[in-house]
């Protein structure tokens, strides 16, 4: 790691660790549910980013955990066991929408995915004797920790920070083995990747199905934040703003979802102040973001970077240039 990522890397963890202590219960909320957003979107980040699949999809999975942990709950069953089985069942649900992903691609398979939260939405909606329909599940409960209550604002924040941190370890050691250079061999060059004997076909699915189950784990850690569900938050809008979170922070960079999920859920409170005119502004930043930056903010260094090569090297040839010039003029002067 390098010196300059390993200090940013420790101030944002004792910031993370530090600054709820000096917030009020909203604003530990507000990073809570940043954190939540971060998990959703380290799973299409995958998806999109890495295996190069269109999914707008994210947010039905993330309904889909919400509403497994709350069922379960309130029939009894405990959030450890609910939280498992919201990934497992996110995780199969993802490996049959990664099935239209075989056959179509770019936007017919947005479109395929698009289906897909939509139809979920509308279960959630109608079916009331499951979900509650728009009456909701109230009355989630927060879990205990080896004997500890995670029920008050902080000691939640602290365990949805401590799974954060989990999960984006395990994002992380997933990228390094042979499975994460098949997702980028998958997403850069579907053809090549399967004549060096890549199964795009398996890790095609896969890269649904992991997306799915990190949707899932942040909608149960998502219900029982909130307390309270009901199927606003899962609508195909989410899924878009989701996605939004993903490009807007860098599709393909480990720490896009970070900044992303910020743009997506602080960012709106900040602009607060320009009350009627905020969601204006917003719409607005992300726009001019989108044709300034069309590969996110974690892109800038690079940009830079790139921009600073190529000075150098047009320095080097404008270098070289003059060099020539000055050593044929002592051979035309020789000559005449």
Known sequence: MKKSTLIVTLVSAALLLIAPNFLKNYGVYLLTTWLVFIIATMGLNLTV???????????AFFGI?????????????????????AALICFVLGLILGFPALRVQTIYLAFATLGFN??????????EWLTGGTFGINNIARPSLFGYSL??????????????????WLLAALLRSPWGKAFTALRDNPIRAESLGVDTRSYTLLS?????AYAGIAGSLFASLVQF??????????????????????????LGPVLGSAVGVLLPEWLRF????????????????????????????????????????SAARQASGLAAQQAQQPNKGAAA
């Open 49 to 59: 980013g890495y295996a190069g699949q269109k999914s707008l999809g994210q947010a």
């Open 65 to 85: 955990g919400a509403y497994t942990v709350a069922i379960l709950m309130k029939a009894g069953i405990s959030f450890w066991v609910g939280l498992p089985a």
């Open 118 to 127: 939509t139809a979920v939405w509308l279960v959630m909606r109608n079916e």
């Open 151 to 168: 029920e008050g604002n902080l000691p939640y924040y602290y365990f949805v920070l401590l799974c954060t941190v989990l999960l984006a």
């Open 208 to 212: 649904f199905a992991i997306g799915a």
């Open 229 to 254: 569900i009901e199927p606003a938050p899962f609508t195909v809008g989410a899924s878009i703003m989701m996605y939004l979170m993903v490009v807007v922070g860098g599709p393909g960079y480990f």
């Open 274 to 313: 320009a009350q009627a005119w905020y969601l204006f502004v917003f719409g607005a930043a992300v726009v001019l973001l989108m044709i300034w930056l069309p590969d996110g903010l974690l892109s800038i260094p690079e940009r830079l970077r790139a921009r600073r090569l190529a000075k150098e090297a």
